[in-house]
């Protein structure tokens, strides 16, 4: 008699809290770069449709900001009462085509870009943003309080808007990630020293965020296992904060990623570092600097499939909560790998922004070893994200949003 196969098929449907996918993958939240009037645009829906259409279980729409100074960009979408009929029709759009759709929510801290937002920027404590070239202020009390609420009325807004699901951003030294980061968070009250106190302000917003939702949405969050930076946030510590998260039990999934936005952004994107295109995004002369020392700020790594699978198993050996694996999953056996592994789910992103439809073509492949993503690991999609995100290769021209 043969025993059964005990590993997941990632093509199966799958429970996600109260939700169920049609299948195990999850096109992970990589900002668009379609709402030049902090509102949703047909080009927003389109990006977010062709996926869904393509065969993809889940959809991230990024990043929906809680609070208006929490926008890493003044054209981000924040969460208010005129936002909700576009999001209506784009989680309509993504559910005509069978596929489920999350919302990515949370606070850019650190990384709102102040100029940009016209308010400041909220750190654990008083630092210089090289973003917006301004001092960041340091979040009363009063800040971290009305945050977390903010996150409860976002979950709201996303119920209300049709979505099937959340993700809390806890990572990449975002708001949440920045109290974490004991290189970034030098505060001497309750938020800051021990990581018990450094994790109060994740837990919160999770807590805030279930309870606001109940069971009527799937609830997961996107956490930091390294930060990339010397000082930073590493293993050990975000093992711990992760156990906690699963005690509290407000999560459905954790997906796991790497990376600062503030301090190393391409630790997370494998690949080239395209200094260059980076460059002639901004105006002179902080487009010269970029030229000069965009080497120190924006490093190359080397790109390979599955490369967040090493740091992700010490935290699937550690936890029982369902675990979305992210970073370089572009073909059948990199997601049959995550599966045996002990990953519930697969996130995707630059694999799917090249090809919307590689997902129903790797179903269809009977040999499991035929499609091949083409996505070449360039990373120029990277500096797009300030005129409409794609992949240069196939459109290197941006749309008429802009």
């Known amino acids: 008699m043969t025993t059964p196969d005990p590993t997941p098929d990632v093509f199966a449907p799958a429970k996600l809290g109260p939700l169920t996918l049609r299948n195990r993958i999850v096109k992970a939240a990589t900002f668009e770069g379609a709402t030049p009037d902090a509102l949703v645009t047909d080009s927003l829906i389109e990006y977010h449709r062709k996926p869904a259409a393509g065969g993809i279980g889940m959809t991230t729409v990024a990043y929906l900001a809680v609070a208006p100074e929490g926008r890493t960009d003044r054209h981000q979408i924040y969460w208010r009462p005129e936002a909700i009929p576009g999001l209506r029709r784009l989680t309509d759009a993504v559910h005509k085509e069978g596929a489920a759709v999350s919302a990515q929510i949370g606070h850019a801290g650190p990384v709102a870009n102040a100029k940009s937002n016209g308010l400041p920027a909220l750190a654990p404590s008083r630092s210089f943003n090289p973003i917006s070239m301004k001092a960041t202020r340091a979040a009363t009390e009063d800040d971290i309080k009305r945050i977390g609420e903010a996150h409860a009325n976002a979950a709201k807004y996303a119920i209300e808007a049709g979505f099937d699901a959340v993700e809390i951003h806890l990572g990449h030294n975002y708001f949440a990630s920045s109290f974490l980061s004991p290189k970034i968070n030098k505060r001497k009250d309750g938020y800051g020293g021990s990581l018990a106190n450094r994790a109060k302000v ?34 050990d510590e975000s093992i711990q904060t992760a156990k906690w998260l699963e005690e509290d039990g407000g ?33 002179q002369p902080q487009q010269l600097g970029v030229k000069l020392i965009g080497k120190k700020f924006l490093h190359a790594y080397p790109y390979q499939d599955a490369f967040l699978l090493d740091y992700a198993r010490q935290f699937r050996a550690e936890l029982k ?70 992949c240069v290769v196939i459109d290197p021209e941006p749309p008429a949003t802009f």
């Open 202 to 235: 994740a837990r919160a917003s999770v807590r805030a965020v279930r309870d606001a939702v109940g069971d009527r949405i799937a609830v997961t969050a996107k956490l930091n296992m390294s930060d990339g930076v010397p000082g930073g946030i590493w293993l």
């Open 251 to 283: 999560l459905d999934a954790l997906e796991l990623t790497v990376g600062s936005s503030l301090l190393n952004p391409m630790y997370l994107f494998r690949g080239d570092a395209p200094i260059p295109e980076f460059a002639a995004t901004f105006p």
């Open 321 to 390: 909560m369902p675990l979305i694996l992210l970073g370089g999953i572009t073909n059948r056996e990199t997601m049959d790998l995550a599966m045996r592994e002990g990953f519930e789910f697969v996130a995707m992103g630059r694999a799917i922004l090249r090809e919307p439809d590689l997902i129903n073509r790797i179903a269809a492949d009977e040999s499991r070893t035929a499609v091949k993503s083409l996505c070449i690991h360039c990373n120029k999609c990277m500096p797009t994200i300030y005129s409409g995100t794609r």
